[in-house]
T-cell receptor, first 110, second 114 residues
């Protein structure tokens, strides 16, 4: 069964303190790995799609990387507005659905 | 503006009273899906639709129905809601089914069943 595990569950950073969030996955064949940001009471907002090991994508202070077993979301010099829950999801080859992890709650203090 | 809309955003109801949560997208997407989100369990798929008149069960379909009579709309129906269906519900859509396109989510519907 396809599984996604995110760690840590919660992370508290000071403004400017860089860190990484982890997404470990088990899937029969990876069609795509997705990162989303979710603010409290709102729908997930798309950040990145990664398709194959070695791929990297960047957007402002965020950079997502992918290996055959895990993905990292690196946050460089975070700001308070980066506080949110970050969700990772995978889509397996031959399947339409996304399997989500339970997310990492990030809090960035000024 | 490209978007997925849901109504209502908040709903408090009682056990057994039928309700419908509407979902509409204006992006001409083929694929639409319903999820529920519960603390500690993450997002779980309820039903999905690959096109008009084509729907299928997700991971947690019990107690829910859907229909897809038009491409833009994908309502979620709870025929006889129960307290364990209290949750945050999201509708999502993506362009096609052949490639792993980006999935766009609606703003959510917070449902409380008393």
């Amino acid at each position: 069964e396809d599984q996604v595990t995110q760690s840590p569950e919660a992370l508290r950073l000071q403004e400017g303190e860089s860190s990484s969030l982890n997404c470990s996955y088990t899937v029969s064949g990876l069609r795509g790995l997705f990162w989303y940001r979710q603010d409290p009471g709102k729908g997930p907002e798309f950040l990145f799609t990664l398709y194959s090991a070695g791929e990297e994508k960047e957007k402002e202070r965020l950079k997502a990387t992918l290996t055959k077993k895990e993905s990292f979301l690196h946050i460089t010099a975070p700001k308070p507005e980066d506080s949110a829950t970050y969700l990772c999801a995978v889509q397996a080859v031959g399947f339409q659905k996304l399997v989500f992890g339970t997310g990492t709650r990030l809090l960035v203090s000024p | 503006e490209a978007q997925v809309t849901q109504n209502p955003r908040y709903l408090i109801t009682v056990t057994g009273k039928k309700l419908t949560v509407t979902c509409s997208q204006n992006m001409n997407h083929e694929y639409m899906s319903w999820y529920r989100q519960d603390p500690g369990l993450g997002l779980r798929q309820i039903y999905y639709s690959m096109n008009v008149e084509v729907t299928d069960k997700g991971d947690v379909p019990e107690g829910y129905k859907v229909s897809r009579k038009e491409k833009r709309n994908f309502p979620l129906i709870l025929e006889s809601p129960s307290p364990n269906q209290t949750s945050l519900y999201f509708c999502a859509s993506r362009l096609g089914t052949a490639t792993p396109d980006t999935q766009y989510f609606g703003p959510g519907t917070r449902l409380t069943v008393l």
